[in-house]
């Protein structure tokens, strides 16, 4: 599907907004690979000579900055009239603030202030993004333009990665790594500043308050280009929604869906995959982060096109990639169990694989959809809350767990996957029944 004939300002908005979102996956890899460079037994000039433990508060710390600031988008909409470009442009300062404030860190709590200002910062983004594209999307490509949010997480998670394994193995500075954030923050803050337009959407459901000027909306699309005919196809398409969608069924999909993607084991992968198969490939262990992000940037384009294809659709993929996960897991409990280290890597990118292609972009996606149309900011707000709550819960309990059922695998570190891949099929089946496609 080419986006070709589509204006260059209605193209370069997708980009800014879509690149909010590129700052969320930035910060969730930006210390995956400088693990040597904040750990040490002594404080030198290549490294901060923190513990562990320290370690592991700077990487939470985000997490929680990021569950925090989404719960506070649900009120704030009740109270303040904040257009979307406006929260944007806050989250793209919160990104540029934080990631200056890392790359001058030299002590711990430095380190946790900066990254408590990413994580806020990416926050408002999650909540934001999903709502902004799903509003300045045309009908016939609005899943296509929502799997942006996806890609640009994984660009970043990508990105960071990269950079941060070239700084090591290097022998570079590991402040590179917050400097590159920083550099796109203030290209994004400058283009926000200077070029960016409210959401035609947000314009027309605020319409009413004061501040915000007469036909506001239709000057908006206007100068990004948008054919006017469109505009009686999204309000019939809202219609048709507030009817047909109740609330409660909307926040249970919402909470299905993000429980689904962050109980998925993905994330466990993401944290701890060196862990998971040092043992077995001790030769490509530093390297498995970096394929594994790879992989899944790669596996994330393929929804693009099939979002939108009637043949595949949200809930074909969904079940797809929640299927294939569970029976992924499984091999790699089989293979971490009878020490196949060629099958364990393989079903490691295999799982990496159908979550690319469902349970990681799609849930961003129907949060607009399934919600009455007056309570999207919402459902968005409380099912990202959601999603960073679990996704604390995973890193912190993926490692105790593992060790728990090492008594009944021999230490091997397979059981966990037969749980894993049990609560993977069991949310297919749970999808299966719930989610009825509009």
């Not at 910060?27 to 562990?52: K, P, Q, Y």
């Not at 364990?344 to 990681?360: D, E, K, P, T, Y």
Request: net charge positive; aromatic share 8%.
């Amino acid at each position: 599907m080419s986006l070709l004939p589509w204006p260059a300002l209605w193209a370069a908005m997708i980009l800014w907004v879509a690149m909010a979102t590129f700052q969320f996956g930035f910060g969730i890899s930006e210390l995956n690979a400088l693990h040597s460079r904040f750990v040490g037994a002594v404080a030198t000039r290549e490294c901060l000579g923190l513990t562990d433990v320290q370690y592991g508060y700077a990487t939470a710390i985000y997490t929680c900055g990021g569950g925090l600031a989404s719960m506070i988008m649900i009120p704030l909409p009740m109270y303040v009239h904040v257009g979307r470009r406006t929260c944007l442009n806050a989250a793209t300062t919160l990104a540029l603030l934080g990631s200056l404030l890392l790359a001058c860190s030299t002590r711990l709590p430095l380190v946790l202030c900066a990254r408590l200002l990413q994580g806020l910062g990416a926050g408002v983004a999650v909540v934001q993004v999903p709502l902004y594209l799903q509003e300045l999307a045309p009908p016939s490509i609005a899943g296509t333009i929502g799997i942006c949010n996806q890609l640009a997480t994984v660009a970043g998670i990508l990105v960071a990665q990269a950079v941060g394994t070239w700084a090591v193995l290097g022998h570079h500075a590991w402040q590179r790594v917050p400097q590159v954030s920083a550099v796109v923050a203030a290209l994004q803050l400058a283009f926000g500043l200077s070029y960016a337009v409210e959401s035609p959407g947000w314009l027309d459901a605020h319409s009413a308050v004061p501040g915000v000027p007469a036909r506001a909306a239709e000057a908006v699309r206007a100068r990004l280009g948008l054919d006017y005919g469109a505009l009686p196809q999204h309000t019939s398409r809202d219609n048709q929604r507030a009817s047909s969608l109740s609330l409660e069924q909307g926040l249970r999909t919402v909470a299905l869906t993000q429980a689904a993607q962050q109980l998925s084991g993905v994330n466990a992968i993401m944290y701890y995959s060196t862990g998971i198969l040092s043992a077995l490939l001790p030769s490509m262990a530093p390297f498995v982060g970096l394929v594994i992000t790879m992989i899944n940037a790669a596996m994330t384009l393929p929804p693009l096109w099939l979002v939108d294809d009637p043949r595949f659709g949200r809930k074909r993929l969904l079940l797809l990639s929640a299927t294939g996960m569970g029976v992924f897991s499984l091999v790699l409990a089989y293979a971490l169990a009878y020490a196949h280290a060629w099958l364990s890597g393989i079903a490691i990118v295999l799982m990496i694989a159908c979550f690319s292609v469902g349970l990681g972009p799609v849930p961003f996606v129907l949060i607009p959809e399934v919600m009455p149309p007056a309570h999207v900011t919402t459902g968005s707000a409380m099912g990202l809350g959601l999603n960073w709550v679990l996704n604390l819960c995973v890193a912190l309990s993926f490692q105790p767990l593992r060790r728990l059922l090492g008594a009944l695998d021999g230490h091997t570190g397979g059981m966990v996957f037969v749980v894993l891949g049990g609560l993977n099929l069991g949310f297919a089946v749970a999808m299966h029944r719930m989610y009825t496609p509009i």
